[in-house]
């Protein structure tokens, strides 16, 4: 971590805290946690409650396409962090390994219904891009994802496009797979509350 | 359906209006990823372009610059949360366009 007080400065209660969840996940608390729970009430309050309602509120998409998205706008910005993290949880909600892997690395052949993959890809576009037009959006509504189903979709990219953003400017450290598959069992869960 | 509207104004109106240690101007310009300079304005606009180019270097010019940790965090989250929602509206007008919408 790049500035010390993320790694550090967390009040009395926090590091207790941290100290239960080494103990418990016997393994170590995870950079994005100690970013959320570092002067809470400035960012990590705020941000939890919008990404809570992107990623686990009621929408047509199931959670593991959710995470699924959050993945891809991480692949897309080059998060390490994020897309080992999402690739995790959607992995467990999907109880498919393979299919994720596929779809991050090949989104447009791979086996996957045309309203997620039109949505995909142009999650994938708004990342790379910073914007897209009314013909984006018009293919994905001719493939069949509905209005609101893309204004799911969109808030799971705004939440992933700060939460990446955060995690390579502040240089998030990139654990075992063993501590990502216990963050994804914990966020499958208990969400992002 | 899923509404992060009230949740993202929140957000905005927190890191922009509410107490911190970053100044108001500096933390409305990071989101804005304008009116800044010198290294201040080089990570701002990396964290909204390139964030995943930063280094420890660009880290350290604003620390030389006279930040605080405390006035790097905000300011990093300003420019996070700002890129992402011109990202977001610029999507939501390209949805209201297509599907009809004034």
């Given at each position: 971590m790049r500035l010390q007080v993320l790694d550090s400065g967390h009040g009395f209660g926090t590091k207790a805290l941290f100290a239960l969840i080494r103990t418990v996940s016997r393994q170590p608390v995870l950079d994005v946690v100690k970013v959320v729970k570092y002067r809470a009430d400035f960012y990590g309050k705020p941000m939890s409650a919008v990404t809570q309602e992107a990623m686990r509120g009621p929408s047509n998409w199931s959670v593991g396409d959710r995470e699924l998205m959050a993945a891809m706008v991480a692949k897309t910005n080059e998060c390490e962090f994020c897309v080992k993290a999402h690739s995790a949880v959607a992995q467990k909600a999907y109880g498919h390994e393979q299919k994720v892997s596929e779809l991050l690395s090949d989104p447009k052949n791979a086996h996957v219904a045309e309203p997620l993959r039109a949505t995909l890809l142009m999650l994938g576009k708004l990342t790379r891009e910073h914007t897209v037009n009314a013909e984006d959006m018009r293919a994905v509504l001719a493939a069949g994802a509905s209005p609101q189903q893309i204004k799911d979709a969109l808030a799971v990219c705004f939440s992933f496009n700060v939460i990446g953003r955060l995690a390579d400017t502040l240089g998030f450290s990139i654990p075992s797979q063993e501590a990502f598959d216990a963050g994804a069992k914990y966020l499958l869960a208990r969400g992002y509350r | 359906m899923s509404d992060i509207g009230h949740a993202r104004k929140t957000l905005g109106k927190r890191i922009l209006d509410g107490t911190g240690e970053a100044s108001f101007p500096d933390r409305r310009a990071a989101f804005n990823n304008r009116e800044l300079s010198g290294s201040l304005g080089a990570l701002v606009d990396q964290v909204a372009?390139?964030?995943?180019?930063?280094?420890?270097q660009d880290i350290n010019a604003a620390r030389e610059a006279g930040l605080s940790e405390d006035q790097i965090f905000e300011i990093v989250v300003c420019a996070a949360v700002g890129q992402a929602n011109r990202q977001y509206d610029a999507a939501i007008a390209a949805l209201d366009d297509a599907a009809g919408k004034e």
């Amino acid at each position: 971590m790049r500035l010390q007080v993320l790694d550090s400065g967390h009040g009395f209660g926090t590091k207790a805290l941290f100290a239960l969840i080494r103990t418990v996940s016997r393994q170590p608390v995870l950079d994005v946690v100690k970013v959320v729970k570092y002067r809470a009430d400035f960012y990590g309050k705020p941000m939890s409650a919008v990404t809570q309602e992107a990623m686990r509120g009621p929408s047509n998409w199931s959670v593991g396409d959710r995470e699924l998205m959050a993945a891809m706008v991480a692949k897309t910005n080059e998060c390490e962090f994020c897309v080992k993290a999402h690739s995790a949880v959607a992995q467990k909600a999907y109880g498919h390994e393979q299919k994720v892997s596929e779809l991050l690395s090949d989104p447009k052949n791979a086996h996957v219904a045309e309203p997620l993959r039109a949505t995909l890809l142009m999650l994938g576009k708004l990342t790379r891009e910073h914007t897209v037009n009314a013909e984006d959006m018009r293919a994905v509504l001719a493939a069949g994802a509905s209005p609101q189903q893309i204004k799911d979709a969109l808030a799971v990219c705004f939440s992933f496009n700060v939460i990446g953003r955060l995690a390579d400017t502040l240089g998030f450290s990139i654990p075992s797979q063993e501590a990502f598959d216990a963050g994804a069992k914990y966020l499958l869960a208990r969400g992002y509350r | 359906m899923s509404d992060i509207g009230h949740a993202r104004k929140t957000l905005g109106k927190r890191i922009l209006d509410g107490t911190g240690e970053a100044s108001f101007p500096d933390r409305r310009a990071a989101f804005n990823n304008r009116e800044l300079s010198g290294s201040l304005g080089a990570l701002v606009d990396q964290v909204a372009l390139h964030a995943n180019r930063i280094t420890d270097q660009d880290i350290n010019a604003a620390r030389e610059a006279g930040l605080s940790e405390d006035q790097i965090f905000e300011i990093v989250v300003c420019a996070a949360v700002g890129q992402a929602n011109r990202q977001y509206d610029a999507a939501i007008a390209a949805l209201d366009d297509a599907a009809g919408k004034e």
